[in-house]
């Protein structure tokens, strides 16, 4: 079955840098990434996702790389603000629309 | 517009007594449903998830098991909680390629 690495597990950037986030799957047949952000006791809200016939997407300070060759997806946030702190997930479905799920990485903004 | 709902939000149970979390959708038919557990290591282990009515899948052999009684409900259980039990559990529901949508999460304590 599928298997999905998140790195890295903690993440403090200064308030108006960037952070990136990365992840591999182990299944070529996964064919949708999605990222959530998770704040504290609240259920992951989906921020952007990327399908299998893609090689980027953005939206406003968010854009999401996929390297299918490689089997790696990345978040990338821009000028980050304080409300980007949050518990990051990323996510691989699989044909059979089983969703498996990264580790997270806790992301401080730093003032 | 589709919603999810999911509770209790909270409930503190005893050990040996039996857990019924339920979680129903509005707005979609036939979606696929998911039930995952978050422990205090903050990622997301996939339960259960459901294609249809009566279609159960389980990852993880354990003490919890899972029912789909009508299409857009979906319901978690337990017979007999162990401390091990314990967590933060989420219901989700997607399309096929699609994110995942998530409820806002029952927090389960087994003392």
């Known amino acids: 079955g599928e298997n999905v690495e998140q790195h890295p597990s903690t993440l403090s950037v200064q308030e108006g840098d960037s952070a990136v986030i990365k992840c591999t799957y182990s299944d070529s047949a996964s064919n949708y990434f999605p990222w959530y952000k998770q704040e504290l006791g609240k259920g992951p809200q989906l921020i952007i996702d990327?399908?299998?016939?893609?090689g980027e997407k953005k939206d406003q300070r968010i854009a999401v790389t996929l390297n299918k060759t490689a089997k790696h997806f990345s978040l990338h946030i821009t000028e980050t603000q304080p409300e980007d702190s949050a518990v990051y997930f990323c996510?691989?479905?699989?044909?059979?629309?089983?969703?498996?799920f990264g580790k997270g990485t806790r992301l401080h903004i730093l003032p | 517009s589709q919603t999810i709902h999911q509770w209790p939000a909270t409930l503190v149970q005893p050990v040996g007594s039996p857990l019924s979390l339920e979680c129903t959708v509005e707005g979609t038919s036939n979606p696929n449903l998911y039930w995952y557990r978050q422990a205090a290591g903050r990622g997301l282990q996939l339960l259960f998830y459901?294609?249809?009515?009566?279609?159960i899948s389980s990852e993880v052999p354990q003490n919890l098991s899972a029912s789909r009684p009508q299409d857009r409900q979906f319901i978690l259980s337990s017979k007999k909680l162990l401390l091990s039990d314990s967590g933060f559990y989420l219901c989700?529901?997607?399309?096929?390629?699609?994110?995942?949508?998530f409820g806002q999460g029952t927090r389960l304590t087994v003392v």
């Open positions: 990327i399908r299998s016939n893609v």
């Open positions: 459901s294609v249809g009515i009566g279609q």
């Open positions: 996510a691989a479905k699989e044909r059979d629309d089983k969703i498996i």
């Open positions: 989700a529901w997607s399309r096929q390629e699609a994110g995942a949508f």
